[in-house]
């Protein structure tokens, strides 16, 4: 099956300063990488859509200038925390669908621990 | 707004038995179901990915059902073991191509 990668897998941080997460594919292209959330004992919630070439879509509540996304390639989202508060501390997951129309499957990559003190 | 709920929340069972995962959604017009694996502290392993089309998925000792018309979904675990010990996630894609993901159950087989 096809690979998604992490990196860091996981990082910690001091109040105020940014981190930045990068998610890749490691043996397929994807036009389109999904970045979530999970909090201890919760699911995975959906943060934003990141789109090759073009702005990030964002779910309602998510701060798209706390949150930047960028996909300069067809490999490779980051996800950066500017200014990043305990609160943000979380599991960051991403993900790439493989594949084309309505069956693809979606692959996801090992996660990272954001701890922010 | 598409809603994904899993039950039991917790499940302990002593090894060897078989054991049914729930799993419903509100929006029956999906495009495909996926459960996975949740170890603590990792990320999501794939378990089983049922198309809108198919009924049911068979991996090894697990087999996944669906049934798009009701909202529901199960995941059977025969003859369990406790390697199986995790969070299982149900997740469904509808109209946007991400997945909507149910809280879980976390699942913890007794040797």
């Known amino acids: 099956g096809a690979v998604v990668s992490q990196h860091p897998s996981w990082v910690i941080c001091k109040s105020g300063t940014s981190v930045k997460i990068e998610c890749r594919s490691l043996?397929?292209?994807?036009?389109?990488m999904f970045w979530y959330r999970q909090f201890p004992k919760q699911s995975l919630m959906l943060m934003a859509t990141?789109?090759?070439?073009?702005?990030?879509?964002?779910e309602q509540g998510v701060e798209k200038d706390k949150f930047l996304i960028n996909h300069a390639s067809l490999t490779l989202s980051t996800l950066t925390v500017t200014s990043a508060h305990p609160e943000d501390s979380s599991f960051y997951i991403c993900?790439?669908?493989?594949?084309?129309?309505?069956?693809?499957?979606?692959?996801f990559g090992p996660g990272t621990r954001l701890t922010v003190t | 707004k598409q809603e994904v709920t899993q039950i039991p929340a917790a499940l302990s069972v002593p090894e060897g038995e078989n054991l049914v995962l729930n799993c419903s959604f509100t929006?029956?017009?999906?495009?495909?179901l996926q459960w996975f694996r949740q170890d603590p502290g990792k990320g999501l392993t794939s378990l089983l990915l049922?198309?809108?089309?198919?009924r049911e998925q068979t991996s090894g000792r697990l087999n996944a059902s669906l049934d798009k018309s009701s909202g529901r979904s199960t995941l059977y675990i025969a003859a369990s073991q406790p390697g199986d010990s995790a969070t299982y996630l149900c997740?469904?894609?509808?109209?946007?191509?991400?997945?909507?993901f149910g809280s879980g159950t976390r699942l913890q087989v007794q040797p």
């Open positions: 990141s789109n090759e070439g073009s702005k990030a879509t964002y």
């Open positions: 993900s790439a669908p493989d594949g084309g129309g309505s069956s693809y499957e979606q692959y």
């Open positions: 997740a469904v894609r509808t109209g946007r191509r991400a997945l909507t």
């Open positions: 049922i198309q809108s089309s198919q």
């Open positions: 929006d029956s017009a999906i495009y495909n």
């Open positions: 043996d397929f292209q994807a036009t389109t």
